[in-house]
């Protein structure tokens, strides 16, 4: 019975310990985007902003923007951009419009938080890229299904398209995800369809520069 005992509370330990661990990670995570948003709002006070990790080292983010000294964040959406071209004639100096832009893109970076979640946790378990990915795919899936929960009508339509376009209503499969984008990675980037040039306009760079590291953009 104490042989029981022991081994059961050698289990607990362990995953106290383990779950210790992963909270540690978070709050250092949550320590680093505090520190960020502190030394932004204090450069944009003393009118003299630069970020920690510079965006012209990232030719992803910087196809689509391009340096602007009068913008708030030191850049703006490149008018030849397929993009951002769009977002090019909106006023980039503007404190109170980049300050809403910025506020509506941490929305929608929030509105992924479950799957930011999954990946990192599969990652810092050692889960390999495709088991991430289908695991990413399968919840991007079922957030875009989500957003017409109380509109069933709209959701009937959406279940329909998926249907006609993949066979299936829940949407696309991982594996044909693969098939179209060619790679695991690929399809996790997609999956997040993050533009890392609207977080630079945004002032958000600094702050998700590890969901880009995740995403396998930039090294770690």
């Not at 941490?106 to 992924?112: C, D, G, L, P, T």
Request: proline share 4%.
């Amino acid at each position: 019975m104490k042989c029981i005992l022991s081994r059961v509370t050698a289990i607990l330990l362990l995953v106290f310990v383990m779950s210790a661990g992963s909270l540690k990670a978070k709050a250092e995570l949550q320590t680093d985007y505090d520190i960020s948003r502190a030394k932004t709002d204090s450069q944009l006070r003393t009118g003299a902003f630069e970020y920690d990790h510079d965006p012209r080292e990232n030719p992803e983010a910087m196809a689509d923007i391009i340096e602007n000294a009068d913008a708030v964040y030191g850049f703006s959406p490149n008018p030849e951009s397929e993009r951002l071209g769009v977002f090019a004639e909106y006023d980039w100096s503007d404190p109170e419009f980049v300050a809403k832009a910025k506020e509506d893109r941490r929305a929608y970076h929030e509105s992924m938080e479950s799957m930011t979640d999954i990946l990192y946790r599969m990652r810092q378990d050692g889960a390999s890229i495709e088991e991430m990915a289908r695991a990413v795919s399968a919840e991007r899936n079922r957030l875009r299904l989500e957003v017409y929960k109380d509109d069933p009508e709209e959701l009937a339509v959406i279940r329909a398209n998926n249907l006609k376009t993949y066979g299936h209503e829940d949407g696309p499969t991982p594996d044909e995800l693969l098939e179209k984008y060619g790679s695991w990675t690929r399809v996790i980037q997609k999956a997040f369809s993050t533009n890392m040039g609207m977080d630079v306009c945004c002032g958000l760079y600094d702050e998700y520069y590890w969901l880009y590291v995740e995403l396998g953009y930039m090294p770690e």
